[in-house]
């Protein structure tokens, strides 16, 4: 099945080699590695006049899911990526071919785009729930991080169009619904976790064992271990106190 337009060839026309090291860069912003140290970061110093930890807790929790999601969905269309990219290697000095491979490369199949997917569940996550500037301002930053990440990833032909469309449609999706499933319950961190879990196991299915869909339901698993943990010291605190 062909889904390009077109767009990977109008772009390399006319931008040059060393564009490719620059978008390697800029597309880290949806990279799993960077979302999580973000993450990790702000949990560490959650503030709670711009985000508490429960908050950092359950958006964690929702991308671990949403990125179990998009492997799952890789996997169940099995559609290949584009089969030229942007730049070789081989084009950039010897220090800079790792980094290159690391950044701006990819395998495993396309459609939908995982970094769409990842950033904006992350981007649009942080705009609805942190507490600076106003909402709009928020939304707005979060758009143009996805749109550069999106842009990136087709840029650096390592997809289409319609994959980074497809994939920031679904994050999109997947933020607003369990905005609204997250409303229903007392504890959104542990929900989260626990939507995470469910959504691990369905990719494990689908994919079968591979390092990737193992690492997504163990991790998904210890982090609902982790909040049951948390309920359970609150609720015996609680019960020592009264």
Same mark, same amino acid.
């Given at each position: 099945?062909?889904?390009?337009?077109?767009?990977?060839?109008?772009?390399?026309?006319?931008?040059?080699?060393?564009?490719?090291?620059?978008?390697?860069?800029?597309?880290?912003?949806?990279?799993? &590695?960077?979302?999580?140290?973000?993450?990790?970061?702000?949990?560490?110093?959650?503030?709670?006049?711009?985000?508490?930890?429960?908050?950092?807790?359950?958006?964690?929790?929702?991308?671990?899911?949403?990125?179990?999601?998009?492997?799952?969905?890789?996997?169940?269309?099995?559609?290949?990526?584009?089969?030229?990219?942007?730049?070789?290697?081989?084009?950039?000095?010897?220090?800079?071919?790792?980094?290159?491979?690391?950044?701006?490369?990819?395998?495993?199949?396309?459609?939908?785009?995982?970094?769409? *997917?990842?950033?904006?569940?992350?981007?649009?996550?942080?705009?609805?729930?942190?507490?600076?500037?106003?909402?709009? &301002?928020?939304?707005?930053?979060?758009?143009?991080? *996805?749109?550069?990440?999106?842009?990136?990833?087709?840029?650096?032909?390592?997809?289409?169009?319609?994959?980074?469309?497809?994939?920031?449609?679904?994050?999109?999706?997947?933020?607003?619904?369990?905005?609204?499933?997250?409303?229903?319950?007392?504890?959104?961190?542990?929900?989260?976790?626990?939507?995470?879990?469910?959504?691990?196991?369905?990719?494990?299915?689908?994919?079968?064992?591979?390092?990737?869909?193992?690492?997504?339901?163990?991790?998904?698993? *210890?982090?609902?271990?982790?909040?049951?943990?948390?309920?359970?010291?609150?609720?015996?605190?609680?019960?020592?106190?009264?």
């Amino acid at each position: 099945m062909s889904r390009g337009i077109g767009a990977f060839d109008a772009i390399e026309s006319v931008l040059p080699d060393a564009v490719a090291l620059l978008a390697a860069l800029a597309t880290q912003l949806g990279d799993v &590695w960077f979302v999580g140290a973000l993450l990790v970061g702000l949990h560490w110093y959650a503030d709670d006049e711009v985000v508490d930890r429960d908050a950092v807790a359950t958006i964690a929790g929702l991308t671990i899911g949403a990125l179990g999601l998009a492997f799952a969905l890789k996997y169940a269309f099995t559609l290949p990526r584009p089969p030229t990219r942007l730049a070789r290697p081989d084009q950039f000095p010897g220090v800079l071919q790792p980094l290159y491979v690391a950044t701006g490369t990819a395998s495993s199949y396309g459609f939908p785009s995982g970094h769409a *997917v990842t950033s904006t569940v992350v981007y649009g996550l942080l705009a609805q729930r942190l507490s600076i500037r106003t909402r709009r &301002w928020r939304y707005g930053v979060a758009a143009a991080i *996805v749109t550069l990440v999106c842009a990136t990833r087709v840029v650096l032909g390592v997809h289409y169009l319609v994959d980074v469309v497809a994939g920031a449609a679904l994050g999109a999706a997947y933020v607003a619904g369990t905005y609204y499933a997250l409303a229903l319950v007392d504890d959104a961190a542990t929900a989260a976790f626990g939507i995470a879990t469910g959504i691990g196991a369905v990719a494990l299915a689908v994919i079968g064992v591979t390092p990737d869909s193992v690492a997504l339901l163990g991790t998904a698993f *210890v982090g609902l271990a982790w909040r049951l943990g948390i309920r359970r010291r609150d609720a015996a605190s609680a019960s020592a106190s009264s």
